[in-house]
């Protein structure tokens, strides 16, 4: 059974740094494109970030470019988000995905961790 | 980007009623060169992950009931649920997948009338 685990979460303040990690079992990890996707309290999905299967392509979205950055470690079968100069519109519950099709960046997620809450407040 | 939108935000149907939910995109999702169109439906209930319902606009994912159906053209979709139980209540999104950035339609609530 594919599953998919959010830690690093936590309550910190503005302009500092935070790192998400997901820990993925029973799948083959290094076939898939992993991605972050976040909701931020009552609201909607917001794609946030994805990596291809072996590491070297990533895309963002406009609004944490430059701040954050999608790694992954094969080996280890886990997907990092390190997060920095954070924001209170940062505040969400971030999850991670896995890309349905082998070897493509963009596909339909399926399936998604639990989640993770980062809360950016001062 | 691909701006996805929805309509209605919110709806209320009866135990056993027809529930309809539409997504829009602002520009064509359908690659021709497979035919393709590249939307999917996810649920999402209250303090869970979203689910994944649909996906290739009409392809329904395995175990997921046959109630739930999906339709569309290049441009606008539908998400069915032909005989709504009290276990879809829930909010759905669309998502397009054609291009990045992955864009979702901004949800649409189910309750029971």
């Known amino acids: 059974q594919v599953q998919l685990v959010e830690s690093g979460g936590g309550v910190v303040q503005p302009g500092t740094s935070l790192r998400l990690s997901c820990a993925a079992s029973g799948i083959t990890f290094s076939s898939y494109g992993m991605h972050w996707v976040r909701q931020a309290p009552g609201k909607g999905l917001e794609w946030v970030a994805v990596i291809s299967y072996e590491g070297r392509k990533k895309y963002y979205t406009d609004s944490v470019k430059g701040r954050f950055t999608i790694s992954r470690d094969n080996s280890k079968n886990t997907l990092y988000l390190q997060m920095n100069s954070l924001r209170p519109e940062d505040t969400a519950v971030y999850y991670c995905?896995?890309?349905?099709?082998?070897?493509?960046?963009?596909?339909?997620?399926?399936?998604w961790g639990q989640g993770t809450l980062v809360t950016v407040s001062s | 980007d691909i701006v996805m939108t929805q309509s209605p935000d919110s709806l209320a149907v009866s135990l056993g009623e027809r529930a309809t939910i539409n997504c829009k995109s602002s520009q064509t999702v359908l690659n021709s060169s497979n035919n393709k169109k590249y939307l999917a439906w996810y649920q999402q209930k209250p303090g869970q992950p979203p689910k994944l319902l649909i996906y290739?606009?009409?392809t329904r994912e395995s175990g997921v009931p046959d109630r739930f159906s999906g339709s569309g053209s290049g441009t606008d979709f539908t998400l069915t649920i032909s005989s709504l139980q009290a276990e879809d209540v829930a909010v759905y999104y669309c998502q397009q997948y054609y291009s990045i950035p992955v864009t979702f339609g901004p949800g649409t609530k189910v309750d029971i009338k």
């Open positions: 995905a896995q890309g349905v099709e082998e070897q493509q960046m963009i596909t339909w997620f399926d399936p």
């Open positions: 290739w606009a009409s």
